[in-house]
């Protein structure tokens, strides 16, 4: 079983930062796939950026290249979005999720991964 806890969400001036972090429970097993997706109201989950923790290998969405960051904390189990540059069109509210192969989870697959747990979200407004 999996649980995260989205936080560090606001609002920000356009061209602002911000950081989301997603913390993890202790019964996440080691070497996980993690991202953060977005969703906008009326627009589908986009996925932002994801890592694996294991070999720390990132990748990221067209949105996010060259502004965004993902990041893990190695002494704690938490993952991080570092955004900067923010735009008008990165309002959202922010997702935190896990992969998994469990069955009979709904899933949304990006980068090659089966995204099935996730976070209640974090809003993000940019004015």
């Known amino acids: 079983h999996v649980q995260l806890v989205e936080s560090g969400g606001g609002s920000v001036q356009a061209g602002g930062s911000l950081r989301l972090s997603c913390a993890f429970d202790?019964?996440?097993?080691?070497?996980?796939?993690m991202a953060w997706f977005r969703q906008a109201p009326g627009k589908e989950r986009e996925g932002v950026a994801a890592?694996?923790?294991?070999?720390?290998?990132?990748y990221y969405g067209d949105s996010a290249k060259g502004r965004f960051v993902i990041s893990q904390d190695d002494a704690t189990t938490t993952i991080h979005l570092h955004m900067t540059s923010l735009k008008l069109e990165d309002a959202a509210m922010y997702y935190c999720?896990?992969?998994?192969?469990?069955?009979?989870?709904?899933?949304?697959?990006?980068?090659?991964?089966?995204?099935?747990?996730w976070g209640q979200g974090t809003q993000v407004t940019v004015s």
């Open positions: 202790a019964y996440t097993p080691a070497n996980v796939r």
């Open positions: 999720a896990a992969a998994s192969s469990e069955p009979g989870r709904e899933v949304i697959r990006k980068w090659g991964w089966a995204f099935a747990y």
């Open positions: 890592i694996y923790t294991g070999s720390g290998a990132r």
